[in-house]
């Protein structure tokens, strides 16, 4: 169950546009929102040091980012009911730290528009992907684009049929079911091989406790996979997250691209 949602903010117009987003995903899961906030005390420049030590400089952004914090959203999120947390640092790191440490269940960033967009795996969101040990919900970017209320009524699962896909498939059983949303099971076959897929789907489905209405499609995987979305009017897509991290990541190369070109919010668990 969601019951801690931790949202990064960083006081851009995207975290601005992304609050009522949050606080509409907290009121469906009955979660509470903790905001956090990472500043970087290292960004002065050669004329603050000429005046101030770099201990002074540090200290004033620090202050200066708690009271940023403190005011930050107070509308949508007040101070007496929505915890704040501030962190000096890297940012992704942090971000991870916190999830972890304060047993938050989901993670809620946008991701960025533009050529940065398309550059995701450099971003701080895609390290987060890397790090966090809790489920991740990233959205388009809510400046350009609002993200749809996730009480809408389709939820797309797409699932490999390896062996973390019963995992997979349960965690967004569980979660359609909270939001009250259909379940679609996707999956991209081999050509010829969609027979065999759907006795494996479906037996995946019972080990599960799913009664998910399928979806076999062919051709490249992402393409695949992206259009069923769309055909579906997916207004979520779930994908797995690899349960260690190793060299290449908890995310592979599919699923950045995934990430980075969804139609919809991506929740990877």
Known sequence: M???ILFPVDFSPSSVAMASYVKRAADVFGARVTLVHV????????FELSVRSAREI?????SIARDKLESFLTCEFPVASTPRMLCS?????????V?????FDLIIMPTHAGRFRRILLGSTTAKVLDDAECYVLTTEHAE??????LEHRVWACAVSLS????????????????????LVLIHVAHDGAEKDARELLAQLQKAAGSDAAVRIVTGPVKEALLDAARQSSADALIIGRSLRSGGFGRLRDLAYSLVRDSPCPVLSV
């Open 2 to 4: 969601i019951e801690k």
């Open 58 to 62: 540090a200290e004033e952004h620090q």
């Open 163 to 182: 062996a973390d896909s019963e995992r997979v498939l349960r965690a967004a059983s569980n979660e359609a079911a909270v939001v009250g949303a259909k």
């Open 99 to 103: 999830a972890r440490m304060g047993g």
């Open 39 to 46: 500043c970087d005390l290292t960004s002065h420049n050669g």
């Open 89 to 97: 640092g890297e940012a992704a790191p942090h971000i991870a730290a």
């Open 144 to 149: 350009t684009q609002t993200p749809r209320p």
